[in-house]
C-alpha cells in the first residue's frame, strides 16, 4: 500500500513564493540591463532553469558592472 506523504507547505510555500519573485526581478533586470558578462539568451536559460541559484548567480555574476 502507498502512504500518503504530508507535505509541509507552511515552510515550501515561502521558499517558493522568494524563489518566484527572485526569479521575475531577474528577468525584468535582465531585459532592461543593455550588457552583462555572456550572452543575454544564456542567462535566460540559466534564471529559468535552476530557479533560485541560477537568479542569484545572475545578481552575481551576470551583471556587467559600470
Avoid at 527572485?22 to 544564456?42: C, E, S, V, Y
Wanted: proline share 5%; aromatic share 8%; no cysteine.
Amino acid at each position: 500500500m502507498q502512504e500518503i506523504i504530508d507535505i509541509p507547505w507552511a515552510l515550501i510555500a515561502p521558499v517558493l513564493g522568494i524563489q518566484l519573485i527572485l526569479m521575475i526581478i531577474a528577468l525584468i533586470d535582465l531585459l532592461k540591463i543593455h550588457a552583462t558578462n555572456g550572452p543575454k539568451w544564456l542567462w535566460l536559460v540559466l534564471i529559468l532553469v535552476s530557479g533560485l541559484l541560477g537568479s542569484i548567480v545572475y545578481f552575481i555574476v551576470g551583471r556587467k558592472q559600470a
